[in-house]
């Protein structure tokens, strides 16, 4: 079991930066990629941004390429999302993940283990 908690969400005017962290515990040694994800109000979860634990390879969906980046302490077992540039369309409840599997798709949002989510607003 990995237990994943996620702080940092807020309000924040459009053009305005948040950084997202998310603090793993438990069997963290199986970790292969942890990654964000978010759900607007009406939509399915879509992925964001994924890193691979030990190899540190980041990938990005496309709307966030260039303003968001993914990072993680190994040491404090955190993974973080630097946003910049927010857009109102931002606007989501943000979740944490853990793919435990090493084949796993790190974009599928139907694997792996969730936190509880951070709310994310970003106003016009």
């Known amino acids: 079991q990995v237990q994943l908690v996620e702080s940092g969400g807020g309000l924040v005017q459009a053009g305005g930066s948040l950084r997202l962290s998310c603090v793993t515990s438990g069997r963290t040694s199986s970790r292969y990629f942890m990654g964000w994800f978010r759900q607007a109000p009406g939509k399915e979860r879509e992925f964001v941004a994924s890193i691979h634990w030990s190899g540190g390879w980041t990938y990005y969906a496309d709307s966030v390429k260039g303003r968001f980046t993914i990072s993680k302490d190994n040491a404090k077992d955190t993974v973080y999302l630097q946003m910049s540039s927010l857009k109102p369309e931002d606007t989501a409840v943000y979740y944490c993940n853990v793919k435990l599997q090493p084949y796993s798709d790190y974009r599928s949002v139907s694997s792996g ?12």
């Open 113 to 124: 283990s969730w936190g509880q989510g951070t709310q994310v607003t970003v106003s016009s």
